[in-house]
């Protein structure tokens, strides 16, 4: 799979999973989202936009490295998530259960793709 197909379906996925946390706030559903959603959302859609143009090129260069490079940053993308959680939470008074659902919202939807990106491109990787 080409790096900018990837790219491009990455970036219609994070419009599509932008879109029911934008109804909400323009229906004044706010309860549910937090002060600062549009920080965590940008932060991890671009940390794991840099999972998979890593992992990518990484393969692109050496097949041999594709498993432990695809490892290696999802190791980097947990610990870089955890330390930004640990500041937000430290610097932002925010409701526990509205950040809990907000996080996890992005956090296992960006995760999800970038999983099943990855490995759809080994499987292309594997039929040749």
């Known amino acids: 799979m080409k790096l900018s197909n990837t ?4 970036l ?19 309860e549910y989202i937090i002060t600062k ?6 932060y991890l859609s671009a940390l794991t936009l840099m999972v998979i143009i890593t992992v990518l090129t990484v393969q ?9 490079s695809f490892l290696a940053s999802t190791t ?15 610097k932002n008074p925010v409701n526990r259960f509205a ?3 907000d996080f996890f919202y992005v956090y296992f939807l ?11 491109n080994l499987r292309n990787q594997n039929l040749r």
């Open 12 to 30: 219609v996925f994070v419009l599509v999973i932008a879109i029911p946390p934008a109804i909400m706030i323009y229906t004044g559903q706010t």
């Open 60 to 68: 692109k260069n050496n097949k041999e490295l594709y498993a432990p």
């Open 76 to 90: 980097v993308k947990i610990l870089a998530t955890l330390f930004f959680v640990l500041f937000f939470l430290r």
């Open 7 to 10: 790219i491009l379906r990455y």
């Open 110 to 120: 960006n995760t999800a793709f970038e999983v099943y990106g990855l490995l759809r």
């Open 37 to 42: 959603f549009w920080l965590l959302f940008g």
């Open 99 to 101: 950040f809990a659902g």
